[in-house]
């Protein structure tokens, strides 16, 4: 089965005199375990940064974690860091309503030029989907369990999961699985591949897959 499901990093350059300055300050074994914990959790931060989009200025990130650390009263006032957090919730929202917004034209446009593919057949939920193959086995029911190959991939041909790259096929219940994948099994034969297009509504929403 093979199926389309719509839907922070710092660089720092340092000349090699200043990198070798740098690391001669590292000498302890005091200094040598607190750089190493702590380029490992900034390693962790940087991750979470990059997921989240974040725009944030190294030199007052630092700041923040070096005054904790040392005990000393922080540079805002609690008033002034729940307005700033409040400022990058608006932030992230308004990102992520932007993208839905997009997403959700570009699935409608994916569709209507889909559905004027040969073969392609529309069900009255806005699944859609093409018969590759014809198997000749049963149908499974809504409390079935179900082994499938799979490749999903995202309208512009990303592929974000699929079985046939693990080498196994996937077993899932047919309650617990996405309402597009629910209905396109029920529909399929033992031993048919179809392709699919499984509209945001009836997969993953406006959050996209892997959310």
Not at 10 to 27: H, K, M, N, T, V
Not at 74 to 81: D, G, L, N
Not at 150 to 178: C, H, K, M, N, W
């Amino acid at each position: 089965m093979k199926c389309w499901i719509m839907p922070v990093c710092w660089l720092i350059a340092l000349s090699p005199s200043a990198a070798a300055d740098e690391q001669s300050l590292i000498r302890t074994d005091q200094q040598m375990v607190s750089y190493t914990l702590g380029y490992q959790i900034g390693g962790q931060l940087a991750a979470q940064i990059r997921e989240g989009r974040l725009d944030l200025d190294p030199e007052a990130f630092a700041q923040a974690i070096a005054d904790v650390l040392s005990g000393r009263p922080p540079a805002m006032t609690s008033a002034q860091m729940e307005a700033a957090l409040e400022m990058l919730q608006h932030q992230q929202n308004s990102r992520r309503n932007t993208a839905a917004e997009t997403g959700q034209s570009r699935g409608e446009a994916f569709q209507v030029e889909y559905s004027q593919r040969q073969g392609v057949v529309a069900t009255a939920s806005g699944l859609q989907y093409r018969v590759i193959e014809t198997g000749e086995g049963r149908s499974p029911g809504p409390a079935d369990t179900v082994v499938v190959h799979y490749v999903g991939q995202l309208i512009d041909g990303t592929e974000f999961d699929s079985s046939r790259g693990r080498g196994t096929p996937a077993t899932f219940s047919l309650g617990g699985i996405i309402p597009g994948w629910q209905e396109a099994l029920q529909l399929m034969r033992e031993g048919d591949i179809w392709e699919v297009v499984i509209p945001s509504e009836l997969a993953y929403g406006a959050q996209g897959a892997g959310a």
